[in-house]
């Protein structure tokens, strides 16, 4: 009786997990087209499509692009600090996640990238974040995922990853957006 109760919860984390992923990806799959013309509605509409594109767990959607083309319309140190903004709020989805429980991604230890990150999460703490944050890395939903399994407090995994992805955001803009004309 006791192992059918273990086997059922594990089936309903496993479906919750699927389920929270799928909400997550679903508004960028349906609607891809609209997110990135939201992108050109404004630093609203910049904010909405940034969020949505990293709401989406492990999907690879570039906030960059949308913040590049942005920055060549609007002012770009604002169109960094947004973009940086949304995508930071969108990675919330990847912590929430992983602060679902251990049980709910039990799965995910298997995979040796997620190990390293939470290694590295352990030993470098917040540094690790604004790391992973900072680099253009499609990996960081697993850091996201890491910081919630270990219960990082949201507050501060949110304040450390929002200055990783605005930094990011500022360097793209400035310095690869002036070499690279859009």
């Known amino acids: 009786m006791n192992t059918n109760i273990k086997v059922l919860k594990k089936i309903r984390s496993i479906i919750l997990a699927i389920v929270v992923a799928l909400i997550g990806a679903l508004p960028y799959l349906l609607f891809n087209d609209q997110i990135q013309q939201m992108a050109g509605l404004g630093y609203i509409g910049l904010f909405v499509a940034c969020l949505l594109t990293n709401a989406s767990i492990c ?5 960059i692009a949308f913040t590049l083309a ?9 169109c960094a600090l947004v973009g940086g903004m949304g995508t930071a709020v969108g990675e919330l989805v990847g912590y929430v996640f992983g602060r679902l429980g251990r049980s709910s991604v039990s799965d995910i230890d298997n995979i040796e990238l997620f ?5 590295g999460l352990n030993r470098y703490g917040y540094w690790a ?9 499609p990996i960081f939903d697993l850091v996201g995922l890491a910081a919630g399994t270990a219960r990082l407090p949201v507050v ?5 990853c929002t200055l990783g992805k605005c930094m990011k955001m500022l360097f793209y803009v400035f310095i690869l957006g ?4 859009l």
């Open 59 to 63: 999907l690879p959607a570039s906030a």
């Open 70 to 78: 942005a920055a060549t319309a609007l002012n770009p140190f604002w």
């Open 115 to 119: 190990n390293r990150i939470e290694r």
């Open 129 to 137: 974040v604004f790391g992973f944050a900072f680099l253009p890395l």
């Open 156 to 160: 501060r995994f949110f304040l450390v």
């Open 178 to 181: 002036r070499y690279i004309p």
